[in-house]
RNA sequence: GCCGACGUAGCUCAGCUGGUAGAGCACUUCACUCGUAAUGAAGGGGUCGGGGGUUCGAGUCCCCCCGUCGGCUCCA
C-alpha cells in the first residue's frame, strides 16, 4: 500500500496496515503524538485499517493540528461526560453529544423530578478525571442494525433507538444502511460515527461551563433535554487562557457598557425596551443623522407613517395570520388596532395613496421607523434583542428590470455604512423556502439576480438553502458580539406579494398597468442592535464623531471655573458634545474618572491656560499632548468629527 | 414561550446552621485650592424584586408571580 505524506513523500505500508502503523512507519515520536489519521480528507481512527481506494494522500492528526485536534478531543470529553452521568444518574436518557465551536455538549434526559445545576460539576468533573487518568481507550466496532438496537433498547436508551431508526429510514435507497458504529470508553458505549483519540487520557484539559435545556432534535414541540455545556483543550494553560479570554470579552458586554458610559438602562416597568439617556440619545440621534444622509446622497426619500394601524391593514398584509402573536393589540371605539412590528403595510399603503408612472421608479422610501414586537420573554437580550425599536427600514418600488441594479446599489450602500465603522460583516443569500408562493421561474430569477448582485461586488457569502422568506429570497448580513454570538444587522429581501396584496400599481411606457416589485432593505437593522454591536465592537470607546461625550473640561482649581465656564460655551456653540468636571477633586482624579469613562479629549484648565487663552489637551488612552489655543483646537476637532473618523487621536 | 440559575443601598458585593441589615465606590456637607489615572473627615441613603405561607421570630425555609442571566425555539 503506498501513500503520499503531506510533504510530498512517500510511504510504503504493509497490507491491512493501520493508521497507527503508519504513523509508527513515519516516526516514534509521532506515534506517541498521534491522535487519528486523515486519509483523503476523512479523518479515522488510529486503530482503523487504511482504506485501500483514493488517491491516499495521507496525514497524522497529533495535539499540534490545530482546530482537527482540538475537535476531536472534544468530542472525546462529551463521551467521557456522559460515562460520568450515567455512573452518577444511573436513570438517565443519553440523547447527542458533538464537539462545537469552542467545545461540546451532551444533552441529557433526566427522570422527572431530578434536575441539575452548575453545582453538580465539581463532581461530574471529577468523576470524570478518574475517566481520564484510567486511560481508558477508545474501541469502534460495527455492529449490526438489529444488534444496536436491541442492545439500546436493553438499556433503555430511547433517544439512540430513535437516532438508529432515523437513519435506517432516511438513508437513500441504493445505500441503506444495515450497521452503524458503537464507540466503548471503559464501560461507556454510546452511538457514534467518531472519530475518537486512542484514548481518554489525550484529553489533557477540560471544564464544564454552563447547564441549559434545548429541546430534542432542535424542535420546540419535543421534550427539553438538559444541555451541559463544556470546553477541552490539550494543556491546561491553553484552557486556562480560554477561560480568561472569556472573562475579557464580558468586560465588552454592551450590557455592562451602556449603563456604565450613562447611554442607556433597562428597567422592570417595561422590559425589552431601552430608556436612553442624553449620552445614549447622542450616539443613537448620530447614527440616524449618518442614515439619513448617506441616504439622501442615494436618491432615498424620507417618509412618516403612524404608529398604530387598523386591523384591517395587517389582514390585507398578511401579518394577521402570520404575525399577530408578535403584535401589541389593542382596540378603541371597537376599531381593532396595532402597534407596527414592521414598516411595510404603511409603506405600501402611502405608495398607493398616488398615482405611479414607471418615470419615477425606483422609487426609494426611508423611515427610521419605531417597532413593536412582542418577544418571547426569554429571547431579549438587552440591545440587541428587545420589544422596542427603530429600523433604518428602506422599502424600494422598482420593475423586475431594475431589481438587480437596485440590490447592488443596496448592497453598495451596506458596504459603504460598514466600512465607516470597520465592521467585518458576512453575507448569507437565503433561498426559496418548501412553503413559497410564486413560480419556480420567478423564484429562479429572484435568486440570481440576488446572487448577481453580490457577485458583481465581489462580496462571498454563504448559501442558507430554504431559509428565504415565504414571498421571496433575501440577503442577510451578519455580525457577532463580544461573545461570538451571530447577529443579523442588515437585510435585502426582495418582494413580489405585497405589491399584490396591495394591489400597487405603475403606469408603464405602454399606457398599461403594471405590478412594482419590492425590496425591504435595513443596513443597520435596528439602530439599537447596531449600537449594542458598536458598543462592543469599540470596547465602549467609541470613535470620536459617536461618543456620547466628546470632550470635558478639567478646571484645576474652584479659580478656573470661569475660564472652563467659557470654554465650554464655546465647545457646545461648535456642536460638541462637552461638559465641565467641576467636583472640588484634584487634575489627577479627574483626570482618571474621564479615562474611565472613555471621554475622547480631556481639556485641562489653570492659570496658564487661562491667562494664553489655551487648553491643555489630552487624549483618552493617549496621554498629554501640551497646550493648544481654544481655536485651534475646535477646529481641528471639528474637523475630524465631520469626516467622521474612526480611529481616536494619537491611537492610531 | 421552554429548561436551569440568580435578584440585598445608585453601582459591585458581604450577610454561617432563621434571632428585626453591612463594606467599598457613588451621593451630600465641611476642610484643603490642588497641573494629567483615586485628598481627608463627617453625613444621608435599604418595602432585602413583588405577593402569600411556615415559625414566637424570615434577607435566610416553602409556594406563586415579575425581572435578569446562560441556553433552546423564534428573530432586526
Redesign the pocket.
Known sequence: MAFTLPNGAALTLPPHATGADAAAAIGAGLARAALAVKVDGITLDLARELPTDGERRIEIITEKSGAEALELIRHDTAHVLATAMLELHPGVKISIGPAIENGFYYDFDFPDGV?????DFPAIEARMREHVRADERFVREDVSVEAALERFRAEQQPYKVELIEDLVRNAPVDAPVTSVSLYTNGPFTDLCRGPHAPSTKRIKAFKLQ??????WR???ARK?L??V?GTAFLSQAELEEHLERLERARAN?H?RLG?QLGMFQ?S?VS??AAFWMPGGTAVFNELVRLSREMGAARGYLEVKTPQVFDSHLWKTSGHWDKYRENMFVTEYEEREMALKPMNCPGHCQLYAMAPHSYRDLPLRLWEPGLLH?R????????L????H?A?DDSHIFCTEEQIQAEVAGVLAFAADTYGLFGLDVHYELSTRPEVRIGSDELWDRSEAALAAALDSLGLPYVVNAGDGAFYGPKI?IHMTDS?G?S???G?CQLDYNFPERFDLTYIGADNAEHRPVMLHR?LM??Y??FIGILLEHFSGELPLWLAPRQVTVLP????HAAYAAEVLQRLAASGLRADVDS???????K??DA??AKVPY?L??????AAERQV?V?V??G??LG?ESLDGFIERVLARVRERDLLREGTA
Do not use: C
Open positions: 434536575s441539575l445545576s452548575d453545582a454552563s447547564v441549559a435545556g434545548a429541546y432542535g424542535d420546540s427539553m438538559t444541555r455545556y458586554d450590557r449603563p433597562f422592570e422590559p425589552g414586537r418577544e418571547a420573554s426569554g429571547t431579549l437580550h438587552g440587541l434583542r428587545v420589544r425599536f429600523q442577510d461573545l454570538r447577529w443579523q444587522l437585510t435595513a437593522g435596528s439599537e442592535r484645576i482649581s474652584e479659580r467636583r472640588d477633586e484634584k487634575v489627577g482624579r483626570v482618571r479615562e474611565l480631556m485641562v484648565v489653570g492659570d496658564r491656560e491643555g489630552r483618552h488612552g496621554g498629554d497646550a
